[in-house]
T-cell receptor, first 112, second 115 residues
Framework: DQQVKQNSPSLSVQEGRISILNCDYT??????FLWYKKYPAEGPTFLIS?????DKNEDGRFTVFLNKSAKHLSLHIVPSQPGDSAVYFC???????????FGKGTSLLVTP | DTGVSQDPRHKITKRGQNVTFRCDPI?????LYWYRQTLGQGPEFLTY????????KSRLLSDRFSAERPKGSFSTLEIQRTEQGDSAMYLC?????????????FGPGTRLTVL
């Protein structure tokens, strides 16, 4: 069963605007969350992460928000740029676990 | 290039044949992972090595699959008697193990097509 869910397969945003990608999880044992970006013909590239003891982590244009009670996290990209066009995967990790549990991904298209 | 490398990048084989993929992790990384990604899905965990020891295997890893990491350096993933359902992107990742959570760095993947 899918323990990490990304319910929006695709998202289109204009350059300069905010992109918000959402992710929900069902396993309360997850305590570390990561976002990966993937371009065609390349492997996923780590973007940003957040521990369950925090509710926000920021790195440049990228901010991840975590709502533990709702089992929901989101990735905000501000401002969006055409080079951000890629598939974004949400992933979760259990305490002392090794296996990343991925969502199905959201394809982001940033148009000029 | 000091990233994770995988070889070959593409493999086309006939059903029933055996295939082997290689992964070279980032040199100082002691942890190595294999994932499989099919169309429209996120990567799914297959197996994990810490140094040369295989510590975890997913139930996705049937007995036709075997992975090794001799001497704790590169790793190989072999699929015996391939089936059409094995067609997927096979991703290798590596990480440092000194702290509880370390990002996993992924290679470009090996795309397997079973005819």
């Amino acid at each position: 069963d899918q323990q990490v869910k990304q319910n929006s397969p695709s998202l289109s945003v204009q350059e300069g605007r905010i992109s918000i990608l959402n992710c929900d999880y069902t396993n309360s044992m997850f305590d570390y969350f990561l976002w990966y970006k993937k371009y065609p013909a390349e492997g996923p590239t780590f973007l940003i992460s957040i521990s369950s003891i925090k509710d926000k982590n920021e790195d440049g244009r990228f901010t991840v928000f975590l709502n533990k009670s709702a089992k929901h996290l989101s990735l905000h990209i501000v401002p969006s740029q055409p080079g951000d066009s890629a598939v974004y995967f949400c992933a979760a990790l259990r305490n002392s676990g090794y296996a990343l549990n991925f969502g199905k991904g959201t394809s982001l298209l940033v148009t000029p | 290039d000091t990233g994770v490398s995988q070889d070959p990048r593409h493999k086309i084989t006939k059903r029933g044949q055996n295939v082997t993929f290689r992964c070279d992790p980032i040199s100082e990384h002691n942890r190595l992972y294999w994932y499989r990604q099919t169309l429209g899905q996120g990567p799914e965990f297959l197996t994990y090595f810490q140094n040369e020891a295989q510590l975890e295997k997913s139930r996705l890893l049937s007995d036709r699959f075997s992975a090794e990491r001799p001497k704790g350096s590169f790793s190989t993933l072999e699929i015996q008697r391939t089936e059409q359902g094995d067609s997927a992107m096979y991703l290798c990742a590596s990480s440092l193990g000194q702290v509880p959570y370390n990002e996993q760095f992924f290679g470009p993947g090996t795309r397997l097509t079973v005819l």
